[in-house]
């Protein structure tokens, strides 16, 4: 291992080490696929805001993600490359894994994400890169793809970003006095810890002390409510990559002989472990009997994902109300003419920015908008509203309706480009009666102009396997209730005809029946309320009052300090 120059601004204070495979750090880094990589995003924000002494770890995934172009009806995956020297300094550190017999040279980046400019914090994040010459041109590209390549490949990556994630923050003469798994990738890091702690002999007093000593300094955030989301790899294949990092008999020890299961190995060597809301806790419970799962519910920042005008709007009427997020509840004494007018400048916004997107022309500022963004995937069920045609177009007939689509599927993922391909058809079909419009490359620019422009956010996962959700608590905070089944956050946030609906009964997996009560709501509930200027503001307030105040990252970031990182 190679160390070089210390790094004065990590050693003034020992950090809490958060690794997430992905990070939305600003538009222009394309670090992140989706609400995983927001989240870390926003909990780095908040942690540069408050003060709150963390480093984020992870991959400087050069290639990115993908950009989304939609061609016919189809998906388009696009290369979208980024170039770390523009965005972050390179760090004059390296370290080395020896992996599948070859050494493998990891760099790394320094990205400062910065706080509120009052304030002057800033949250430093590491970004590890394997394109160095020294390295054969196989581990050149490890770190390039995020979430790309076959099972090896994201085996290798897992081994860089927890192994090599460490052995960087000890060349980088980082003191650390917790280390935060932000959802299984990253658990290699524990069997590093553990080879630390002299925990690398074959089964025994050693090793329960060893683990031990790892599980007081772990934090384990678990994102995935179903067994089949979580990594795993057949023995063979981690014992072929893992050899050079972990004494085979150890790893046996810790994961038996069948497969390597990357949740598994974070329960059993993380001491706090967390579900990322309430109901979600309760499902990780029972997925993983005789482990104590906390919860701890998501927030988004909220300085981030308020539009400008509703921000603007805050700034007047609640002074420091990005610093302390719980002061949104005086939000009911906002006029009501105030919070109607920010509210209408984010929607106009919004028309504006897609108005290239084909079939925005149809789009009217003054029609009751509906918003639907998230990745395609099957459990999202993006098809759910557009279940019965004619039902829509009855409900359109005496109060009209638009919608506003957008979300990548995983290049792999053939189901969710099926559903991609199906919006574009039922916006065919509907056409001149609800104009729907697909936005493509859903990112964060496109998130934001979202939440903060439309009338309502739908939200439509098969329960229970939407853990959090957090584009319904950006979209509170602009103060656009939610239309959604009971799953997620929104079994917290929900107060029916106050902060939003619901979408069917708490527990029914039902499709029929949701399909049903979407409509009935929104026939019933939704467009009426729309169509009275008082009934709608007051709702508007509550969503920002009862749901922005809470659903914020500043008090999901004060509850980890408290209860897991500080205690
Ligand atoms: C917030 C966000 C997500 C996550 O939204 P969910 O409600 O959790 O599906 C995904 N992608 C982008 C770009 C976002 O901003």
């Known amino acids: 291992m190679q160390s070089e120059p210390r790094h004065p601004m990590f050693l003034s204070r020992a950090r809490i080490a958060y690794f997430s495979m992905e990070f939305a750090l600003e538009d222009g880094i394309p670090t992140y696929s989706g609400g995983l990589g927001v989240l870390a995003g926003d909990m780095m924000r908040s942690a540069a ?22 061609a016919g009806d189809a998906q388009v995956e696009r290369a979208e490359p980024w170039d770390p020297s523009a965005h972050a300094q390179r760090l004059a550190c390296k370290v080395m894994v020896a992996m599948g017999g070859r050494e493998v040279w990891i760099g ?22 394997t394109d160095l010459p020294e390295n054969h041109p196989d581990d050149r590209t490890l770190t390039h793809w995020l979430y790309g390549g076959d099972a090896a490949y994201r085996l290798r990556q897992e081994i860089v970003l927890g192994v090599g994630g460490v052995r960087m923050l000890r060349a980088l003469g980082l003191r650390v006095y917790r280390y935060h798994l932000n959802e299984g990738h990253s658990a290699l890091l524990t069997l590093e810890l553990l080879r630390e702690e002299g925990g690398a002999a074959p089964a025994g007093e050693l090793l329960r002390d060893a683990i031990e000593a790892v599980r007081a300094s772990c934090v384990f955030t678990t994102h995935t409510p179903v067994e089949a989301g979580h990594d795993q790899y057949p023995a063979a294949m981690a014992l072929q990559w893992l050899a050079g990092v972990v004494d085979p008999q150890v790893l046996q020890a810790l994961e038996g002989t069948e497969a390597l299961n990357l949740t598994r190995l974070a329960l059993r060597l993380c001491g706090w472990v967390n579900g990322v809301a309430d109901s979600h806790a309760r499902t990780s419970r029972a997925l993983f009997p005789g482990y104590d799962v906390h919860a701890v519910t998501n927030g988004v920042h909220a300085l ?16 420091q109300w990005c610093h302390e997020p719980e002061l949104l509840v005086r939000a009911l004494r906002i006029p009501d003419a105030e919070i109607v007018a920010a509210h209408a400048v984010a929607k106009q916004e919004l028309l504006r920015s ?11 500022p003054q029609r009751f908008t509906v918003g639907f963004a998230r990745r395609m995937t099957d459990y999202k069920r993006p098809g759910l509203l557009f279940t019965d045609l004619a039902r829509l ?22 189901t969710g480009k099926r559903h991609i391909e199906s919006l574009h058809a039922w916006a065919r079909e509907l056409e001149g009666t609800v104009p729907v419009v697909f936005v493509p490359d859903y990112r964060l620019e496109v998130a934001r102009r979202l939440v903060a422009g439309v009338d309502l956010w739908l939200n439509t996962p098969l329960p229970p396997l939407e853990a959090s959700g957090t584009s319904g608590m950006k979209a509170a905070l602009n103060g656009v209730p939610s239309l959604s089944v009971l799953d997620g956050w929104w079994v917290e946030g929900w107060e029916e005809g106050v902060t939003g609906w619901a979408i069917g009964a708490d527990g029914d997996r039902d499709a029929g029946r949701h399909a049903a009560s979407l409509y009935q709501k929104l026939e019933q509930l939704v467009l009426p309320a ?4 008082a009934a709608w503001a007051a709702i508007m307030k509550s969503a920002i009052a009862r749901n922005g105040s809470y659903f914020n990252s500043h008090r999901m970031i004060r509850r980890y300090a408290t209860e897991a990182y500080f205690s």
């Open 530 to 533: 729309f169509r009275d200027t």
């Open 49 to 70: 805001d408050l003060g709150v002494p963390l480093v984020g770890v992870t991959l400087a995934s050069r290639a990115g993600y993908f950009r989304q172009e939609i």
């Open 354 to 364: 897609i108005a290239g997107v084909p079939g925005a022309q149809a789009l009217d």
């Open 393 to 414: 177009r009855a409900i359109a007939r005496d109060q009209p309706f638009q919608v506003i689509v957008s979300g990548k599927a995983h290049p792999r993922d053939d």
């Open 108 to 129: 790394a980046w320094r990205y400062d994400v910065e706080g509120h400019p009052r304030r002057g914090g800033a949250a430093p994040v590491i970004l590890l890169d």
């Open 304 to 319: 981030t994902w308020a539009g400008p005008a509703m921000r603007a709007l805050f700034d007047r009427r609640i002074p």
